[in-house]
């Protein structure tokens, strides 16, 4: 095998064999391919792509350059992925819940990522929780607690680890190819029997309409069922913020009120009808609507906030913290009300934007070493078409800082439109599975 070899296959609009797709995967894992080889190949991939066929088999490469887990539970091994979007914090209610239906859930999760927030970043803003855990103990919270979620090791998919890097500074990010492989590589050497996929779309997700959300659901649904995994895919609405926070804290307190006290809203049913599809696909329930009563029934009577805390405090967080968890989160120093300039109808809302405001505010990273605070972000946030008066709060800020507050309420002045008359109503789900 020989890296210019295959990089001339792809730049001629050939797709490489699986055979030698697995070399440079492993090339790319132990150093033998070199940066500028990486970069040609996903610049030829991007360019000319590589077919469904030259797809799975990329993505089976890329699982099998590191670790592959395996697991011996009494149930169904589950897990979801989400494209990305703002108020999005759907892991945290979905792991416990399907946990507390019988389900295990290893769930290997990101950090933030552009203006989209990352799981690992809000689990942390729970006070001694730490995600990078061993795989022993991975293991040990998976089994008792039914799921944990925590950040990959050097050893899954480090194929992966080193394209996206390369991908991130060759432009070559858009590829759906290379994000199909990225997503899917992880997951599936996380060892999963099945997988549901949140793909977002509207003006706070990466894809802005629903024929582009459509094509990479349909990419992923369809390699990773060819790759052995039973996949199914959700399109969900992601024009303003799926819950009324965003920034790390401020989103775990909207889990601890849907898993502790019984709240509805977005976030809720979004996560029952991930986790209806999840249950059915296993085979734990007849079908998607009765994986939804199930789903409910552990949020209501309280399991699945148990089975949360049980995590929380194998990873390191406080033993009672789902009795106190208002008193465990950090709070920001400064809290700012922004108000409405006019009277009318909440018209449009610039997810993206929002997004950005709580980067900027500290709650994401502009470079990888920057530190981030839990503590700040927005809550309260309004609704699309909501009526509101001149003068009412359309969002809080949480900042550290009062120049911080001033710039963030610029921001969302600019980010929320509001108009004589409000827009037509979207669903919260466009189409329930793929």
């Not at 060892?191 to 949140?198: A, N, R």
């Not at 509101?388 to 809080?396: A, E, F, I, Y």
């Amino acid at each position: 095998m020989d890296a210019r070899a295959i990089i001339a296959q792809l730049r001629r609009g050939e797709t490489p064999e699986r055979a030698a797709l697995s070399w440079f995967a492993r090339g790319l894992a132990d150093g033998t391919v070199s940066d500028a080889q990486a970069g040609a190949f996903a610049m030829g991939v991007c360019l000319n792509g590589l077919g469904e066929e030259g797809r799975v088999a990329l993505t089976l490469a890329m699982r099998d350059s590191g670790d592959r887990l395996a697991w011996d539970l009494p149930g169904p091994v589950l897990d979801k992925h989400s494209t990305g979007g703002v108020g999005d914090c759907v892991s945290l209610v979905l792991a416990p819940a399907l946990a507390a239906c019988g389900a295990y859930v290893p769930m290997i999760s990101g950090r933030g990522l552009g203006h989209t927030g990352g799981t690992l970043d809000k689990l942390e803003a729970i006070p001694g929780l730490k995600t990078a855990v061993s795989e022993a103990q991975f293991r040990a919270v998976v089994r008792d607690a039914g799921c944990a979620i925590v950040s990959a090791t050097a050893e899954i998919a480090p194929a992966d680890r080193r394209l996206y890097a390369v991908r991130d500074v060759t432009a070559t990010v858009e590829s759906l190819d290379l994000i199909t492989a990225s997503i899917l590589s992880k997951k599936l050497a996380a060892g999963l029997e099945g997988l549901v996929l949140d793909v977002k779309v509207g003006s706070g997700a990466f894809m802005k309409t629903v024929e582009e959300a459509a094509e990479l659901a349909d990419a992923l649904v369809s390699t990773a069922n060819l790759a052995g995994c039973p996949t199914s895919a959700i399109l969900s609405e992601m024009n303003q913020p799926l819950a009324s926070s965003l920034g790390n804290a401020l989103e775990v307190a909207e889990v601890m009120r849907v898993l502790c006290d019984g709240a509805g809203g977005p976030l809720a049913e979004l996560s029952v009808s991930l986790g209806g599809v999840l249950l059915a696909n296993a085979g734990m329930v007849e079908d998607a609507e009765q994986g939804v009563a199930r789903m409910l029934a552990v949020l209501e009577n309280g399991e699945a906030g148990v089975r949360f805390g049980q995590m929380v405090a194998a990873m390191g967080g406080p033993v009672q913290f789902t009795q106190s968890w208002r008193r465990f989160l950090p709070e920001a120093t400064v809290i700012y009300e922004v108000l409405a300039p006019r009277t009318g109808y909440v018209a449009q809302i610039d997810g993206e934007a929002l997004g950005l405001a709580v980067v900027a505010l500290g709650g994401g990273r502009q470079v990888e070493s920057d530190q981030i605070d839990p503590a700040v972000g927005l809550s309260e946030v309004v609704r699309l078409g909501q009526k509101v008066d001149k003068g009412q709060p359309l969002l809080r800020v949480h900042a550290a800082r009062e120049d911080a507050a001033q710039a963030a309420q610029q921001a969302v002045l600019a980010a929320i439109v509001i108009s004589e008359e409000g827009p037509a109503a979207l669903p919260l789900v466009y189409e329930r599975s793929r």
